[in-house]
T-cell receptor, first 109, second 117 residues
Framework: QKEVEQNSGPLSVPEGAIASLNCTYS??????FFWYRQYSGKSPELIMSIYSNGDKEDGRFTAQLNKASQYVSLLIRDSQPSDSATYLCAVPFDYNLFFGTGTRLTVIP | DAGVIQSPRHEVTEMGQEVTLRCKPISGHNSLFWYRQTMMRGLELLIY????????DSGMPEDRFSAKMPNASFSTLKIQPSEPRDSAVYFC???????????????FGDGTRLSIL
């Protein structure tokens, strides 16, 4: 069974702070990793993908991957109230994506 | 480019009725996925297709659920007879699976919010 684990939260940070979201996965052979954002009542939206060890930056978002530790994280710098959502970590295996249960983030103005 | 298109957006029906959810994947994508999401159970994969062929339907809760993909641009998820516990948001997603297994993310439709009374 492929497992993807996230802290369910909720995680609350003040506006302007750094939000740190973490995810661990069980399959050592996984090669690609995705972060989705889901606003309440909306569908999951892909925001980041990472394939290599290290950091990948896209605007205020940074994904960090450590394959040896089977750990992937998402940092959101200068958090905004509009970042308040549930963030889902997803790890592919075969044709499928295994999702974590998501971390609910609230950015407090 | 058009994304994944699902219909209807909302469906309210009485217990025992047949429900049909529809999905049009992104053009060029060769894999299609049906998910169900509830507060209690989160996002659950029901079934996925590759090149119109069902690959894994182990997530389909019971025989009341069936899914078809008659061609590359259309899929249906049917519930017959429907029950109140089927109430959830049903998402369809599609992706392009290439020789690099699992290298492509899935793109989700807006979902169908289903309420069974």
């Amino acid at each position: 069974q492929k497992e993807v684990e996230q802290n369910s939260g909720p995680l609350s940070v003040p506006e302007g702070a750094i939000a740190s979201l973490n995810c661990t996965y069980s399959d050592r052979g996984s090669q690609s990793f995705f972060w989705y954002r889901q606003y309440s009542g909306k569908s999951p939206e892909l925001i980041m993908s990472i394939y290599s060890n290290g950091d990948k930056e896209d605007g205020r978002f940074t994904a960090q991957l450590n394959k040896a530790s089977q750990y992937v994280s998402l940092l959101i710098r200068d958090s905004q109230p509009s970042d308040s959502a549930t963030y889902l970590c997803a790890v592919p295996f075969d044709y499928n994506l295994f999702f974590g249960t998501g971390t609910r983030l609230t950015v407090i103005p | 480019d058009a994304g994944v298109i699902q219909s209807p957006r909302h469906e309210v029906t009485e217990m025992g009725q047949e429900v049909t959810l529809r999905c049009k994947p992104i053009s060029g994508h060769n894999s299609l996925f049906w998910y169900r999401q509830t507060m209690m159970r989160g996002l659950e994969l029901l079934i996925y297709f590759n090149n119109n062929v069902p690959i894994d339907d182990s997530g389909m809760p019971e025989d009341r659920f069936s899914a078809k993909m008659p061609n590359a641009s259309f899929s249906t998820l049917k519930i017959q007879p429907s029950e109140p516990r089927d109430s959830a948001v049903y998402f369809c997603a599609s992706s392009l699976i290439t020789g690099l297994l699992g290298n492509q993310p899935q793109h989700f439709g807006d979902g169908t919010r289903l309420s069974i009374l």
